[in-house]
Structure formats: C-alpha cells, structure tokens
C-alpha cells in the first residue's frame, strides 16, 4: 500500500466554535476569501491548531500561492499540520499551477523524516509532472517501503527504465513487483531487465515478471522460462508463465499452453485460456479451447467459449 497522509480538515472544521481569539479572528477572515499575504501570519502562527485550521483555508479557499504555502507547511514541526496540508495537496492537485517554487517546495519536502509527506510529496511531484527521473532515482534508497513503491510509480511516469532496473535487487518483495510492473509500463519495454526478477526467490515477484512479459515480449530466450514456470510449485507463477506466453511463439508455447488447460488451480487456467486465445489461428490452440468448453470453471467455460466467435 502507498504511504497515505490524513486529509485537510474539512471547512466545517475551522468554523468550530473556539475560545482562542487567534482562531476566531482566522475563522471570521475566511469567509472573505482572503489572499496568502493575510493567511501568512496564521500559517507562521505558534499554535500548532491555528496553522491546522490555516491550511484548511488555504485547501477552502485556494488564493494564488497556496501551491507553494501548503509545500512549505509539509516541513512543519507538527505533525498535524504537516498531514493537514499534506492532504490538502493531494485534495487539491488538479487545481494548482506547477510551478517552479511549488516543485522546488516539494523536492525540499523529500527529505522530511515523516514518510507521509515525502509520499505525498512524491505523489505531486508526479502528478504534476515536476520532478525527473534523477529526483525520483534518489527516492529509491528511502528508508520507507511504501515511499520506494511510489518512487518507482513516479519513474515509470517518466519512462525511466534505466533507473527501474536498478530497483530490480531492492529488498523489499512490494518494491520488486512494483518493479516488475513498471518495467512493462515505460513506453518501450524490454524483456531484458526483467531477468533478474524471473529467478528472484519470492514467487510473487517472479509471477509478476513473468506476467510482464505480455507487455515487453516474450521472445524465445524468455519463452523457454516462461514454459518451464508452468511447472512451478506456486499458483501465481504458473498463472504468470501462462499469461507471458501470449506473445510467444504458438510453435513453442501451445502445446505448453493445452498441457497446463488442465492445472488444478482456476486462475491459472483462466490465464492459459486467454493466452490460447491469441494463438487460436493454431489448430492445437482451438482443440484445446474447446475442451476448456467443459472446465467445472465458470469463468474459464466463458473466455474458451469466445474463440467460436
């Protein structure tokens, strides 16, 4: 799961009744609509609840600088607020201009000890197409698992296969599929830097580098592997190897394919009927839908019944 940040706090928030007079005199001025220059006293204001309920006007009202404001407030001292604009970025994301200082405030956000706000600072970053693939590369040496998973999303936003295959040893198994899944995601996948990950020793990283090879190619080097991987002991992989022969040679990879129609787990079989779907020109690949025809698998009878149509 990706690194998360609470939300801004809703408007109703900062209109709650309050004794502070600093918070009174915030919450009077917000129904103005106020500009940065009059929310900038609060937002620098010694009580971490009044910055809370600036930030909330900020994500209410949306003056011209609240981009940059809000980054400034991820290096905040409370926690609090540092969620509170956190989640106010992400809330606000397709609204704000990306602009140099609001790139420059989130890339200073990267080095904050909460992992909360270096995620969300990534998640901008990205979304708002300001960082590179250097920025992001760095990211990959976090101490946070989530924050590298987001580091990696963010370099397959830029198409930086290079820096992705760097992450392929990273040690945590959620970084190496995340790995796996970018690499067939950047805009010219190649099978190459999925190697290592086909013999990684978690099943599920190479399940997930084995399914990759639909996107990149499976060429015969990665064909063979892929073939041998039907014989693996976990479901997952098997399903995978299934999955990657679909832009295998049929000469190679049907007879491979009719033999595991008939595997013990449904999802596997699911993924060997889809893959025989491509390769149905093959009188083999056809005899062998037509049996799935039969599976005791609902939904493995509905995708073999599609190659009659």
């Known amino acids: 799961p990706a690194a998360s940040a609470a939300p801004a706090p809703p408007p109703s928030a900062i209109r709650a009744p309050s004794s502070n007079p600093?918070?009174?005199?915030?919450?009077?001025?917000?129904?103005?609509?106020?500009?940065?220059?009059?929310?900038?006293?609060?937002?620098?204001?010694?009580?971490?609840?009044?910055?809370?309920?600036?930030?909330?006007?900020?994500?209410?009202?949306?003056?011209?600088?609240?981009?940059?404001?809000?980054?400034?407030?991820?290096?905040?001292?409370?926690?609090?607020?540092?969620?509170?604009?956190?989640?106010?970025?992400?809330?606000?994301?397709?609204?704000?201009?990306?602009a140099d200082e609001l790139a420059s405030g989130l890339r200073a956000a990267l080095g904050v000890a909460d992992p909360a706000v270096r995620g969300a600072a990534l998640d901008v970053l990205r979304e708002l197409r300001l960082g590179d693939a250097s920025v992001y590369a760095t990211v990959l040496a976090d101490t946070d698992i989530d924050v590298r998973v987001q580091a990696?999303?963010?370099?397959?936003?830029?198409?930086a296969a290079d820096q992705l295959s760097a992450a392929t040893a990273d040690p945590a198994r959620e970084v190496r599929v995340a790995v796996a899944r970018g690499l067939a995601a950047v805009r010219e996948p190649s099978p190459d830097p999925l190697a290592p990950l086909l013999d990684d020793s978690d099943p599920l990283v190479r399940a997930a580098a084995l399914t990759a090879l639909a996107d990149t190619g499976c060429p015969p080097p990665y064909a063979e592997r892929a073939v041998a991987a039907?014989?693996?002991?976990?479901?997952?992989?098997?399903?995978?190897?299934?999955?990657?022969?679909?832009t295998a040679l049929p000469t190679m990879t049907v007879p491979a394919l009719a033999k595991a129609s008939t595997d013990p787990n449904a999802d596997v079989r699911k993924a060997v009927v889809l893959s025989l779907l491509v390769h149905r020109a093959d009188p083999d690949a056809r005899a062998a839908l037509a049996d799935a025809t039969a599976d005791p698998d609902a939904d493995v009878r509905a995708y073999a019944s599609r190659a009659a149509t």
């Open 152 to 159: 990696v999303r963010a370099l397959v936003s830029v198409d």
């Open 230 to 246: 039907l014989g693996d002991r976990a479901w997952q992989v098997r399903a995978g190897a299934a999955t990657a022969l679909r």
């Open 22 to 98: 600093t918070l009174l005199a915030l919450l009077s001025l917000a129904e103005e609509s106020p500009d940065l220059e009059a929310l900038s006293t609060y937002l620098e204001d010694s009580d971490p609840a009044v910055r809370v309920a600036a930030v909330a006007v900020l994500a209410e009202t949306v003056p011209a600088g609240a981009g940059p404001a809000l980054a400034a407030r991820l290096r905040d001292a409370a926690p609090q607020v540092r969620q509170a604009a956190a989640g106010a970025l992400r809330e606000l994301v397709e609204v704000l201009p990306a």
